[in-house]
């Protein structure tokens, strides 16, 4: 992620990933991988702007839960 960032001169970063179990709630492992995402990022002053989980139909967003 932060490779891409750097070689995109990215600003700002979207993750999304998918639950195949059908169940977009997130995880603890979800929850801990945003947080070290972010502070890597962070370092080159790239924001993360949301973290979505989709799920069949559903999502859940990182941003709109705080």
């Keep these: ?5 750097i070689e995109t001169n990215a600003s700002a970063v979207l993750l999304c990933h998918n639950h195949p179990s059908g169940s977009p709630q ?7 991988i945003t ?15 949301d ?3 989709v799920a069949g139909t559903e999502h859940v967003s990182f941003a709109e839960r705080g």
């Design 1 to 5: 992620m932060v490779r891409s960032a």
């Design 51 to 53: 973290h979505i989980i």
């Design 26 to 32: 997130e995880s603890d492992a979800d929850r801990q």
């Design 35 to 49: 947080k070290k995402l972010q502070e890597a990022l962070d370092v080159i002053d790239v924001k993360v702007i």
